[in-house]
């Protein structure tokens, strides 16, 4: 039976949390899309407003003790420190045909999902091409980027990806799918892993990337780490996936800059342990050397036992 999904869940109101919150908000009804938070995050959403592009968002809060019928998707959209309780949150969110999508960076987060609630509800997704920037309440964006779902290896649609294939036709969000995600999950931690630690590392901006230069020996060395570490891994990762991305970081405002750029910047705990920790680990397993890994890994833990 092909289950259409009416209900979701939210966890997250970080850029993207919001940035789909807002959208989704257009399309359901009010009391079936829902945003899971602890009363006192409620309470402060709720005093201080969520602003999306300068409009006030109307959002069904939802504290995790309510009962609830089960969500149809459920969107991981937190950091990754705060990933374990947010998993314990949405506990009464989950049925027999629950959907679950992460949209946190790295390749970690949908093991953590599926040890507590099984394999049997993820669907697996890279989110890209989104320019949104979020100051405190307040998230501002030109552009929604694509959401990039699927299986991990499979050769046709499963039920999974057909029902969340017409949810987001149904709601309007632009979307690809693709069923050989293994790939591309490591393809887009190769970018992050270069990209963001490399302009946080040197506290620059896009522009120092897209130059010849020291930075972007560093961006290129830190993918290609990436690279090796994945085909160790038996994940058929190729050179053009990083060609692909040099040219699209090409592409970037010169004057924006990564979001673990930001995060340094403004003092933030930033997602090092889901890039350079990732590739560190795994590098450590198979016996490789990642020096520049091993160096931002190092770095980033050092600054950031700082704050």
């Known amino acids: 039976m ?22 989704f908000s257009k399309y359901m009804d009010y009391e079936n899309l829902r945003i899971v938070a602890d009363k006192g995050r409620i309470n402060r959403y709720r005093s201080e407003g969520i602003f999306c592009n300068g409009e006030e968002c109307n ?4 504290s995790p003790e309510e009962n609830v019928d089960p969500a149809d998707l459920i969107i991981f959209a937190v950091k990754y420190p705060n990933l374990q309780e947010a998993i314990k949150m949405v506990e009464n969110h989950v049925g027999e045909n629950t959907i679950i999508l992460s949209v946190l960076n790295g390749i970690e987060s949908e093991k953590d999902i599926a040890e507590v609630y099984g394999e049997e509800h993820n669907l697996y997704c890279i989110a890209y091409g989104m320019t949104a920037s979020k100051v405190r309440n307040q998230v501002n964006y030109l552009n929604k980027g694509i959401i990039e779902f699927g299986e991990l290896k499979e050769s046709i649609n499963s039920n999974k ?3 969340l294939k017409d949810f987001f036709d149904l709601v309007n969000l632009p979307y690809e799918v693709n069923n050989n995600m293994e790939v591309k999950l490591w393809s887009k931690l190769m970018c992050n892993v270069g990209f963001n630690q490399t302009v946080a590392y040197h506290n620059s901006n896009n522009e120092s990337i897209q130059k010849e230069g020291p930075e972007r020996e560093m961006l290129i060395a830190a993918m290609e780490e990436v690279l090796t570490v994945a085909n160790k891994e038996g994940v058929s990762l190729e050179y053009d996936e990083l060609n692909y991305w040099l040219e699209l970081l090409n592409g970037l405002n010169p004057e924006g800059m990564p979001s673990m750029a930001q995060d340094v910047k403004a003092k933030r705990y930033s997602e090092f342990e889901l890039f350079s920790g990732t590739v560190v680990r795994l590098a450590a397993k198979h016996n490789i050397d990642v020096p520049v890994n091993t160096k931002f890994y190092k770095h980033f833990s050092k600054l950031e036992a700082s704050y």
């Open 161 to 163: 990806v057909g029902r």
């Open 59 to 62: 959002f069904n809060y939802v």
């Open 2 to 23: 092909n289950h259409k999904i009416k209900r979701v869940s939210i966890i997250g109101l970080g850029a993207l949390g919001i940035l789909y919150g807002e959208h």
